[in-house]
């Protein structure tokens, strides 16, 4: 097994006040020549927007976006006709294909919205742009459980993306462990909350592990944790 530790303070940090955003690759006007993504993997940011805060109509393409909320509640718009406000627990996808537009914001004008935005690159382009939203199954307090977020074939609660990755969420209750199978041989796990030990490294929120040559990756934390696990061809 290979492995690269991404600690969350080493990211690109930018405070422009109604956005505050982290990027643990390059993105915008971050450059890291070390960190232009990993295998499928583009894009993870970390951003918490203000109240009333977001980002105004903008245009992507051949991209799958999928935003994960941790706090608060984000409202979309799209050139599909798409409204939709996403909300903890939910999963989005965005196909950007041949072209869409859209825009995010703060669908509160009172409370901040905490969320990652991930961008995986496509197996196939000039598809059908498109959008999906799922609810992901509860989690009853104290429970230590693996969800499907996203994945080509699609789940039972899981959006469907068109790349060479799946997503999943680990929730790691205090004192639990969790053992997490990797079938596409790369992995890369980004903590949402809490504190934990992946594959023997200590991890933070907000830290990222990129992990090579592995079929499986055993969590264990002491205070509990989530964290999103990206299985990579």
Do not use: C
């Not at 982290?22 to 993870?44: E, K, N, Q, T, W």
């Amino acid at each position: 097994m290979k492995m690269l530790h991404r600690p969350a303070d080493a990211r690109g940090k930018f405070n422009f006040g109604w956005l505050d955003t982290a990027h643990s690759f390059s993105f915008g006007d971050y450059r890291d020549p070390r960190f232009m993504g990993f295998r499928s993997l583009r894009v993870i940011n970390e951003d918490r927007l203000a109240a009333g805060g977001g980002f105004p109509t903008h245009p992507h393409a051949d991209m799958e976006i999928v935003t994960y909320i941790l706090e608060g509640a984000l409202e979309h718009k799209d050139s599909l006709g798409t409204g939709a406000v996403i909300h903890p627990g939910d999963a989005q996808r965005m196909s950007a294909g041949t072209g869409i537009r859209h825009s995010e914001f703060n669908a509160s004008k009172t409370d901040p919205v905490h969320l990652l935005q991930i961008w995986l690159v496509p197996s196939e382009r000039g598809i059908a742009p498109g959008y999906e939203q799922k609810t992901l199954p509860a989690a009853g307090a104290g429970e230590t459980r693996l969800d499907v977020i996203a994945a080509p074939e699609g789940a039972a609660d899981a959006v469907t993306i068109r790349s060479d990755a799946s997503i999943a969420r680990a929730l790691i209750a205090p004192g639990g462990s969790l053992d997490v199978p990797i079938t596409r041989g790369h992995a890369w796990l980004q903590v949402a909350r809490g504190t934990l030990v992946a594959a023997g490294q200590p991890l933070a929120q907000g830290d990222g592990l990129a992990l090579a040559e592995v079929d499986s990756v055993a969590l264990a934390s002491d205070a509990g944790a989530e964290v999103l696990v990206f299985d990579l061809g």
